[in-house]
């Protein structure tokens, strides 16, 4: 089973954040697109050729981050959106933060 085809499990504050290697197998799931960031968070950057379908995109990946109850954060600007995903309770990544990369791939 893909990432895009799992459901974010929300996370209790209890589980630790992953480390190296258990992020690598996760990071190698999803798009090259997204980049580590210092083992806290992932980033990608998508291009659009205005501001009106860089919204639009705002607002559909934004509907799967409420589907799944894991919430991306999101730069928005004109031709341009970055998302950044981590799991704020604890501050680092869990497998849900790359599930939530792969369904906004699907986009």
């Known amino acids: 089973m893909g990432l895009d085809e799992k459901k ?5 504050g209890e589980v ?8 690598k197998p996760l990071l190698s799931q999803v798009n090259d697109g997204w980049k580590l960031i ?3 968070h992932i980033e990608r950057e998508f291009s659009f050729p ?20 894991h919430h991306a954060d999101f ?9 950044s995903i ?5 501050n680092g990544l869990v497998e849900a933060d790359f599930i939530l990369a792969a369904k906004i791939d699907n986009i």
């Open 8 to 12: 974010c499990i929300p996370c209790s």
């Open 16 to 23: 630790p954040a992953l480390t190296m290697q258990g992020i």
């Open 86 to 90: 981590f799991t704020h309770k604890i």
């Open 38 to 40: 210092e083992e806290h």
């Open 50 to 69: 205005n501001f009106a379908e860089a919204l639009e995109f705002v607002n559909s990946a934004g509907a799967i981050c409420e589907q799944e109850n």
């Open 75 to 83: 730069e928005l600007s004109w031709g341009r959106v970055k998302v």
